[in-house]
């Protein structure tokens, strides 16, 4: 296939090839970045969050005063009732472990200032989320210990909402939080230090994800551990049970809790999934937009190169019957109307490259949507071209399927 004709024919329709170069290009730098961001989502979705989600179920209790529970006791001390409940939470029928919890990932928690020195400063203290649990706490969730040991019991101290924190002694940390830390095989035997007041190191869990995570942060699993058994009016139960016994136990949890203490409030009682399918709601309804913009963007851009090459063949039915004549095969008619859709569509691939990289810095600059990688300009490339390829044939075989006796015809 020689390109000179190609090109001379290209040229005796200038406006109508820049048009599809233009709208090509600007299909495919959307495209591109549509990519980037669709996938970070899907990986923000489906990053690990370090618990045994499938076999999980929580019930979120706080108490009431006032008109419905009575006046609130100057001294309450719920650690006993607590312990009472867990008592009776494992008892149901499926349950394999159970603990309280002060915050789950996606569900609370608190943000605390560590640091691998005494050193204060602001350069030197980063904010990571702690997680307060009674004994049982590393069972009920399913966190995968890589490096150290449980809690012991005599570690663990009560506290409401981390009041306690300055008596803490040890810590369960993620692998990405002390990989940051001490940037060393071993963190376990370590000290971090929370105010000025040294935490050891005792174990590191393979992931635990952090109680707010967001799109292209670097931090999302820089969480940890504390061995603080909720004592205060709000708390969260968590129970460990197969799959396909879920409802059953969340249901027997409910009654149980309720049974035992009129004046609580029992909230969202779910299961994990149904926790992190919820915090994630939003970024889901965005995949499917990004999803939909893409795919739109797509048959827009392949409806114009159908009717770009419809109209050609059109145009030249007669030259290509002459061609036909002179002994060029269907073969030679569908290459020529391939070659010539191929290389409208590489410029514009071309020029949609330049246009998506400026597109991502303005996007990166006002919006703080994640820096394109260079492998993306790739996928957008081959997606315009397979639309090009696949929008342009059926028009092209029809072409090809013109006659050689079409020469002898007026048109």
């Known amino acids: 296939m020689h390109l000179p004709p190609i090109l001379a024919a290209l ?77 009776d939470l494992r008892g149901i029928e499926g349950v394999t472990a159970v603990a309280t919890l002060g915050g789950l990932p996606f569900g609370g928690g608190a943000a605390i200032g560590i640091g691998s020195s005494l050193d204060t400063s602001s350069d030197a203290v980063m904010q990571v989320t702690a997680f307060g649990g009674s004994p049982g706490a590393m069972s009920a969730l399913g966190l995968r210990l890589v490096q150290g040991r449980d809690f012991l019991k005599t570690e663990f101290l009560t506290a409401d909402n981390f009041n306690n924190l300055k008596s803490v002694s040890a810590a369960i940390i993620s692998r990405d939080l002390a990989n940051r830390l001490f940037h060393t095989k071993s963190a376990v035997g370590r000290l971090l230090y929370s105010s000025g007041h040294p935490i050891q190191i005792v174990g590191v869990v393979d992931h635990l994800m952090g109680m707010n995570p ?65 915090y994630f709601q939003r970024e889901a309804s965005m995949i499917s937009l990004l999803l939909s913009a893409g795919v739109a ?70 919006y703080e949507v994640q820096v394109l990688p260079l492998g993306y300009l790739a996928i957008g490339a081959l997606a315009l071209w397979l639309t090009g390829l696949i929008a342009g044939l059926s028009p092209a075989l029809r072409g090809a399927s013109v006659p050689p006796a079409i020469a002898t015809r007026s048109i």
């Open 297 to 366: 963007l797509l048959l827009v851009t392949a409806g114009g190169i159908m009717g770009l090459v419809s109209f050609w063949v059109r145009q030249r039915t007669r030259g290509i019957g002459i061609r036909r004549a002179l002994g060029a095969t269907r073969a030679d008619i569908l290459r020529y109307f391939l070659a010539e859709n191929f290389l409208i569509v590489s410029a514009g691939v071309a020029l949609g490259c330049l246009l998506a990289i400026l597109l991502n810095w303005l996007l990166v600059t006002y």
């Open 11 to 87: 040229t005796r329709h200038k406006l109508i090839v820049l048009l599809m170069i233009g709208t090509t290009a600007v299909t495919s730098a959307v495209i591109t970045n549509i990519a980037v961001m669709f996938v970070h989502r899907v990986e923000l979705i489906h990053a690990p969050s370090g618990v045994d989600e499938s076999q999980l179920v929580v019930v979120d209790s706080s108490k009431i005063y006032g008109d419905l529970g009575g006046s609130k006791p100057e001294k309450h001390d719920n650690r006993a009732q607590y312990q009472a409940d867990l008592a």
């Open 214 to 278: 967001q799109l292209g942060a670097s931090d999302n699993e820089y969480a940890l551990l504390l061995p603080l058994e909720p004592d205060g009016d709000e708390v969260t139960f968590a129970l460990r049970t197969s799959r396909g016994n879920r409802a059953h136990v969340l249901q027997r949890a409910i009654a149980i809790l309720g049974g035992r203490d009129p004046t609580r409030i029992l909230d969202n009682a779910q299961t994990f999934t149904q926790l992190r399918a919820q």
